[in-house]
Structures are given as C-alpha cells and as structure tokens.
C-alpha cells in the first residue's frame, strides 16, 4: 500500500511591514499616490515622495495602504506631516523609532479610491483617464483608448489606437489640447507622432 498523502512543507512566515492600524477593505480600489523614502532623524521620522504636494491626503489622522514586495499590505495612518524641501517628513502611529522606520524604506503608499478628496469641476486624477477615449483634434473622431499610465519621471499615457498601434505620450506634452474637461475623454494633437515605433 502506496501513501498518497502530500507531504508538508513549512514555509517562511512573511514578516508584515510595522505599524498597522487596522484591517484594509478587500474591495478598495487603492490609488498610489506616493512612495515611502529613508528614516530622518531617530524618533521615526520619515521621508516621503509624493505625487501631489497640495493635495489634501497629506494630513494626522489619513490612513494609507503601504506595500513593498515580498511583504503583505499594512494600513498606515498619519501623525503628522511637515512639507519641507526637498522632500516632505512624515510620521506614522505606532512608528517611533528610526530601526522600525527604515522597514517601510521604498514601500508605496496608496490611498482607497473612496476617500479621495473631491475635485472642483475643472479638476481631475490621473487614475480617471485609464479608460478614457482619444479623441483627434482637428477631427474630433475617436483614434484610440487610455490603456495605462507608466510611473516614469514625466508620467506617460499608454494609448491603444484603433490601428492595433500603440502610442505613449507624457501627460504634459503640448499634444495634448484637452484632459479632464470632459470625464473618460482625452484630445491629442497629431497622435501618430507619438506612435511607439
């Protein structure tokens, strides 16, 4: 007689990330909106990249989903927030010590689309333009949709043009004559121009 049994194996226990202040809601949509940097000082202060500098996410009590491969989410929650230059020093409950700051070191922070703070009406996020239709300028005929947006230095719309081609074109480029105005549309200037070659 065979034994079929299926042996066990231990594996590693993932350490979490410190600091966690709650459970995460598994249906949130979570919107990235800046990167954790490196300890500053030795009481748990750390340094921060940020997306949006004005934006009113950066403030005591706003929890945030931080991440780092290899490593399961934790919710962060702010104690406090100084925008200095050239980056912006943050603290983090429960965080008060420089070892246990430098375990959150390049973690992305994120922030549940839900709790997003609401926009004026000629204002938009980024994130909203995933989906969006292309419109050419001097046709104003669909050429293509938002697929993605790269994470690059200058931010690069990924557009998927009815062609089968692909085009990439930086969020700030002249190309573009309108985002934002209308919700789910973009306008761009001479699209094959940016065509990925």
Do not use: C
Request: charged share 30%; aromatic share 4%; no cysteine.
């Amino acid at each position: 007689m065979t034994d079929n049994t299926i042996p066990k194996i231990d594996l590693p226990k993932l350490e979490p990330l410190p600091g966690s202040v709650g459970k995460m809601d598994p249906d949130a949509v979570w919107i990235e909106v800046g990167k954790v940097g490196r300890p500053h000082g030795l009481k748990g202060e750390i340094r921060l990249q940020v997306y949006n500098l004005d934006s009113d996410v950066w403030a005591p009590g706003q929890r945030l989903r931080a991440w780092l491969p290899g490593k399961p989410a934790v919710l962060l929650e702010i104690a406090s927030f100084r925008d200095i230059l050239p980056m912006p020093l943050a603290t983090f409950v429960g965080i008060d010590d420089r070892d246990v700051a430098a375990k959150l070191t390049h973690a992305v922070l994120a922030m549940d689309e839900q709790e997003l703070p609401e926009t004026d009406d000629d204002e938009f996020y980024v994130h909203e333009l995933i989906g969006a239709t292309v419109l050419d300028d001097a046709t104003r005929k669909p050429v293509g949709v938002v697929r993605a947006l790269l994470e690059t230095p200058s931010d690069v719309l990924e557009i998927s043009l009815n062609s089968g081609a692909a085009a990439m074109i930086p969020v700030n480029a002249d190309a573009i004559t309108e985002m934002g105005r209308q919700k789910g549309i973009l306008v761009v200037r001479d699209i094959d121009d940016w065509k990925d070659r």
